[in-house]
């Protein structure tokens, strides 16, 4: 997938070091001071001109390009590839000053102003000529330059502006629309319409979801999503257009997999960049920020087609985004980047390289802190340098992985919906529990999209998959029927894709390959929890399911539906359908996907334990490396036999990782 432009990655060798920096914030002096620094630290790779502007193009049409030659020249000079950016994150203050219709509306009609960033909306022509325009230029100038090795285009495309209502979105939204349903008839069907006395007779009667008194149309809705999606993925497109006119070079943008934004359906993206690319922050809002790290990683490599992608951010320390920015511990940034690595990625970098001394992100930590190079920031910097070099030879091999989970952007927009029937039950939570606990039992996951071909896999994991597609469920039941194993949770298989509930009795995609038949959800209290025949609790939902063909595995003892069965298993044509109905306490989670794991003969790649000790593998047709990350207080010994690349030396059976240690292994060939 990563190569169909036939543009290949950068070229790069090993897996590089690198950072976003922002010259333009700084005097020549302090660039010097940089460059030196940079080379001291082994810096690869370097992201310039990501906001870069309003310091390009001081009125319309008027450009000034020195000091961008001159840092291009700086860094060229010395040895450090180029990541350049196309400049149209964030516009200067005159664009939206002579032309104040760029900016977005939110749902409430309400304009947003300049005087932060990325306030431009995503269907404005306006924004998009002058910003093609930009591109135009830095495309020509740049575009032979041999130390420019990676196009970055825009930064974090919708970021902040995903979702814009106003007039113009409005009439963006209706060709889209018309592209997709061809008729109003189409439209009012998919709609439903029927309802509420929506029925639209002309597609200029067509909002996008404002605000509105009572709850909205969830197709509306969630077709506003898709629509969003797209919308941002055009200005990528646009760009790249540019850009690949001017240049050989490979193009790419930062995608945004992570637990607090979900308004890109990246699948639909991926095939449009040559290399993969995801910023990635440690969100210590969730229960497990660590674990959402690997869930984060293995999505993204998912992304990229198992083929290795780049982590084109993450922070060095603190960011400044958070409630409370919590600081890395002692070998957590060396931890987190080897996680990272060990889950695919070639490429490891930073924002920020200085931390600046003013602007909104004064307080986001940097690879150069504010205490400057004297500091244990900088020397933990020199260290994973000195790690990831000695990995070089780990660059281009592919994770190994048995066990696929499904994860689909449409079922979160529209799971989480309004008008559901507990707002407790979140998509991502359903996801995240299921992968944090077959993380627990040693499994490497793949994540795939709905529809991805099934059959390499020994088990397949369907959190919450709650719209699925009859062409995507297929794929699930026939891959079951064949032989697979797939461990289905509840609210999954409920809706299609226009959020039409599929009668008969729930799950409807999934019925018959669950061997069950539910009649109805009994959602409950946060904190209320019910008891299970076979120990351990569950809380959140329970289903009035009824067998069909399909076993029970456990019961409710008591709680809303005493003696349902609350986890069941069916057998399918060649395969099993396992089926969870309830949220159920993690030690219980974790012992049904254990008998899916066991049953579907799936190797673990690591020990069982409580996570904090991360095994995975790499591999190639000749290599394979196991990667031990030891988030934990205490030193674990795993069996391996081979060469540990970190501190280069052989390991003969037995290899220890101290707390808070990470180790590679070459393991020698499995006779
Ligand atoms: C990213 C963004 C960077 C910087 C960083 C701070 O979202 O691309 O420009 O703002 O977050 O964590
Ligand atoms: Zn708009």
Not at 260 to 276: G, K
Not at 287 to 315: C, H, I, K, V, Y
Not at 546 to 553: G, Q, V
Request: some cysteine; aromatic content about 10%.
């Amino acid at each position: 997938m990563a190569d169909h432009q036939g543009r290949g990655r950068p070229a790069l060798a090993g897996i590089t070091l690198g950072c976003d920096y922002n010259p333009e914030q700084w005097s020549p002096s302090v660039w010097l001071e940089d460059v030196a620094l940079m080379t001291v630290a082994g810096i690869d790779l370097v992201a310039i001109n990501i906001f870069g502007w309003s310091d390009l193009e001081s009125q319309p049409g008027r450009y000034d390009f020195d000091r961008l030659d001159a840092v291009i020249e700086l860094l060229h000079a010395n040895g450090i590839a180029i990541n350049l950016g196309t400049a149209t994150a964030s516009p200067p203050p005159w664009l939206s000053a002579q032309h104040p219709e760029i900016l977005p509306v939110a749902a409430d009609g309400t304009r947003r102003f300049p005087g932060g960033r990325q306030a431009w909306c995503p269907s404005s022509p306006v924004y998009r000529r002058h910003a093609l325009a930009l591109v135009e230029q830095v495309a020509k100038r740049y575009g032979r330059h041999p130390g420019v090795v990676l196009w970055h285009v825009s930064n974090e495309l919708g970021c902040h502006n995903a979702l814009c209502y106003c007039d113009v979105s409005a009439e963006a939204f209706r060709a889209w629309l018309r592209q997709r349903y061809g008729t109003i008839a189409a439209l009012n069907s998919a709609w439903g319409t029927a309802f509420w006395s929506q029925r639209y007779h002309d597609w200029a009667e067509i909002q996008p979801p404002r605000a509105t008194l009572s709850a909205g149309n969830p197709t509306q809705i969630l077709d506003f999503h898709r629509f969003s999606s797209d919308a941002l993925l055009d200005c990528h497109q646009a760009e790249a257009e540019v850009l690949r006119r001017h240049s050989d070079a490979p193009v790419t943008t930062n995608f945004m997999v992570t637990a607090h934004i979900r308004n890109l359906d990246y699948w639909s993206w991926a095939p449009h960049v040559d290399i993969v690319a995801n910023d990635h922050y440690l969100d210590h809002r969730l229960d497990d920020p660590t674990a959402e790290l690997s869930f984060a990683a293995d999505l993204t490599r998912g992304l990229s087609g198992g083929e290795p992608w780049m982590l084109m951010e993450q922070a060095a320390g603190a960011v400044n985004w958070q409630p409370y920015n919590l600081a890395k511990t002692p070998g957590q940034m060396l931890r987190n980047s080897l996680t990272h690595v060990a889950r695919g990625a070639d490429s490891i970098s930073f924002f920020q390289w200085r931390a600046a001394p003013y602007g909104a992100e004064k307080f986001h930590s940097a690879l150069v802190p504010h205490a400057g190079t004297d500091t244990v920031a900088w020397r933990e910097v020199l260290h994973l340098s000195a790690v990831l070099k000695r990995l070089r030879e780990v660059a281009g091999t592919r994770v190994l992985a048995d066990t696929a989970l499904v994860f689909s952007w449409p079922s979160w927009w529209a799971a989480d919906g309004d008008g559901r029937p507990s707002e407790a039950v979140r998509y991502l939570d359903q996801v995240h529990a299921v992968y944090n606990e077959l993380r627990k039992l040693g499994v490497t996951v793949d994540v795939v999209a709905p529809g991805a071909d099934l059959s390499a896999y020994r088990l397949v994991a369907i959190p919450c998959l709650y719209a699925v597609s009859d062409a995507d469920a297929t794929r699930i039941n026939e891959y079951v029927a064949g032989g697979g194993h797939a461990v289905v949770t509840f609210f999954s298989g409920i809706a299609d894709e226009k959020d039409h509930i599929r009668l008969g009795g729930y799950p409807g995609a999934f019925r018959d390959m669950l061997g069950i038949s539910v009649e109805e959800f009994f959602p409950s209290e946060p904190g209320r929890t019910f008891g299970l025949s076979t120990g351990g609790r569950a809380g959140l939902w329970a289903e009035n399911l009824r067998l069909t063909t399909a076993t029970a595995l456990t019961r409710y003892t008591d709680g809303p539906l005493p003696g349902v069965p609350a986890v069941t298993r069916n057998t399918y044509g060649d395969g099993t359908g396992w089926y969870i109905a309830t949220a159920l306490d993690t030690t219980t989670l974790r012992d049904v996907l254990r008998q899916a794991v066991e049953t579907a003969w799936v190797p673990a790649t690591g020990p069982e334990g409580d996570g904090s000790v991360e095994v995975v593998r790499r591999a190639d047709g000749e290599r394979r490396y196991l990667f031990a990350i030891n988030h934990g207080t205490t030193t674990v010994e795993l069996p391996a036999t081979g060469h540990e690349l970190v501190d280069d030396q052989p390991i003969t059976g037995t290899l220890r990782v101290g707390a808070g240690q990470v180790r590679v292994v070459r393991e020698d060939r499995a006779r």
